[in-house]
């Protein structure tokens, strides 16, 4: 059945909601102001609001917002506290051990702890403000080309009113066309739409492969004589346990307002150990000694999850295309040794915003032409920073002593170390075959872990993330061979999916009278943190976005 739809036209559209597009949303409305040009700006969210699907560890580095808006704190931007020391420690099982020295690039004084959720919705607000057309609820589907399949001309939203089979409902919405002069792809890691580009017109032809972490964040409500209040460090990292050294990973807790903390653990998804399990970590990190100390009497009132992007300097694809540039983590912008990547990713969207502005007054949106973005990130200190880190995800991910041996002679020759361009391995090529019976001498959580205020299973955590999606619509995971999840991939590893999704989107049941297996989805229960399209070793799992407004509902993460 053809369906018609509506087709709208803008000069510059901004595919996702996040601290990327606003920022080079809003750098774009500046400069067009600066050069008395009138141009038609949109910015489509895949969440309800601005900020919804935004979750991050959030310390902010203002270097970007100081350039973007050097009056943002009389404009009301939402800070939570502003880094007053740093503190660094290494877990064992029962101890913690603070190191004499923090890195220099976890050097955060003065720096700003926010909300990211927040934050986003305050630069959303900016943008519209300033004339932008903010669509939230709008999920990016398909991207649309030119006659030759090589020029992108912007993108397609999803249908809404499906049913499980696809049949349009009475409530059928059909997607919009929109249509761009340039299109600005900044979805944050393992875009959908990016994955698209990837494929077709082969951007990061010679790169090395993103890979990425899982982190699992909460903000937790602590009591008045919180561990803050004896005026010790607000700003918190941890190393060991219980990921241990040879896995890259791991936590940290920032103070926020009103006796609340940030806390949250990364897994880095390169592990080869089949049965780890992301969350598992998180809850076992808050149930250490020291930490726990730290948020005793606390209960959680917010939990997010989401992949972040640690290839890092050499993972960055072409960073333009015919009608097309890309941003933030899309593009690989996290500076990994800091465990920053807002400020980066503003910059990224920033420079953007300086090569399309000169695209547009030249009326030309050719690679070559949008290829000033790369000129101005070579020049500036956004590639400084990053090129700094360019081995620094390769190192961590070596074991035992060799590890820091590659950290200690990356630290002392500002990122080169003894190998340079140190190669990454993509995170679903790691897993290891389970050896032995995963269910003899199991370390599995005891579920009395579990009190459901300060530690929650991951049920309660979807709760607690505010995520709905409609039941009776068709699947956004779609698994290509559900035969394989019982046989080989249950041989193999033990189908990882039940252990490294978050929100137990993944079960397998077996029928107790045949023993035959089969897997159940939840799809309600995604937190779109996109493990299952990263990690699953057969990539027999594609994440696409459900229907638009769908998902977490982020308020304070």
């Not at 060799?402 to 993509?426: N, S």
């Amino acid at each position: 059945m053809s369906v018609e739809r509506e087709s709208i036209d803008f000069d510059v559209l901004f595919v996702g909601g996040g601290p990327a597009s606003l920022a080079g949303a809003v750098r774009l409305m500046q400069l067009a102001r600066e050069k008395n040009m009138t141009i038609e700006v949109a910015l489509i969210e895949k969440g309800s609001d601005i900020g919804a699907h935004s979750v991050s560890g959030a310390i902010l580095n203002p270097r970007a917002l100081h350039e973007l808006m050097p009056d943002h704190i009389e404009k009301g931007c939402p800070v939570e506290a502003v880094v007053q020391g740093d503190a660094f420690y290494y877990l064992t099982r029962n101890r913690a051990f603070q190191a004499p020295l923090v890195p220099h690039y976890l050097h955060n004084k003065g720096f700003y702890i926010i909300s990211l959720s927040k934050f986003c919705r305050w630069l959303g607000g900016i943008a519209e403000e300033m004339g932008i057309n903010i669509f939230p609820g709008f999920a990016g589907n398909e991207v649309l080309y030119d006659e030759t399949g090589q020029t992108v001309t912007g993108i397609r939203t999803g249908d809404k009113g499906l049913g499980k089979d696809g049949e349009h409902k009475a409530n059928f919405e059909p997607g919009i066309d929109l249509k761009a002069k340039v299109t600005v792809f900044g979805e944050g890691a393992r875009g959908s739409l990016f994955k698209q580009i990837e494929e077709k017109l082969n951007i990061a032809a010679a790169k090395m492969p993103q890979i990425y972490e899982t982190g699992v964040k909460e903000v937790i409500q602590l009591p008045d004589n919180h561990y803050f209040a004896t005026g010790k460090s607000n700003d918190i990292h941890f190393l060991g346990y219980p990921l241990g050294m040879n896995t890259p990973g791991g936590g940290f807790i920032y103070e926020m307002k009103d006796n609340k903390i940030a806390i949250g653990y990364l897994t880095g998804l390169g592990y080869e150990d089949a049965l780890i399990d992301p969350y598992d970590m998180f809850t076992r990190f808050k149930r250490h000694p020291f930490v726990s100390g730290i948020i005793k009497g606390g209960k959680v009132i917010e939990q997010g999850a989401r992949t972040v992007s640690t290839g890092g300097y050499f993972s960055i694809p072409k960073l333009s295309a015919n009608g097309a540039v890309f941003v933030g983590g899309s593009a690989a912008m996290h500076n990994s040794p800091a465990l920053k990547g807002i400020h980066v990713s503003m910059k990224s969207g920033m420079l953007a915003a300086e090569a399309i502005i000169a695209a547009i007054a030249r009326n030309s949106f050719t690679e070559e032409s949008l290829g000033a973005f790369q000129t101005l990130f070579d020049a500036g200190w956004l590639k400084k920073e990053l090129y700094e880190g360019r081995n620094f995800a390769q190192a961590l991910a070596k074991k035992g002593a060799v590890k820091f041996i590659h950290l200690g002679a990356q630290y002392v020759t500002k990122g080169r170390g003894l190998i340079e361009r140190m190669p990454l391995q993509e995170d679903y090529t790691t897993l290891a075959p389970v050896k032995a019976d995963p269910t003899a001498g199991s370390k599995d959580l005891d579920k009395s872990t579990f009190d459901g205020e300060l530690y929650v299973d991951k049920l309660t955590g979807v709760y607690l993330s505010k995520t709905k999606h409609r039941e009776d619509q068709p699947s956004h995971l779609i698994v290509h061979d559900t035969h394989l999840c019982v046989t080989r991939c249950f041989d193999t590893y033990r189908s990882p999916c039940t252990r490294f999704c978050p929100g137990n989107v993944y079960e397998i049941e077996t029928d107790s009278a045949t023993g035959e297996r089969r897997l159940k989805l939840n799809p309600s229960n995604c937190f779109h943190c996109k493990t299952c399209d990263i990690k699953d070793p057969y990539r027999n799992i594609t994440w696409t976005c459900p229907e638009g407004g769908e998902g977490p509902g982020y308020t304070v993460v």
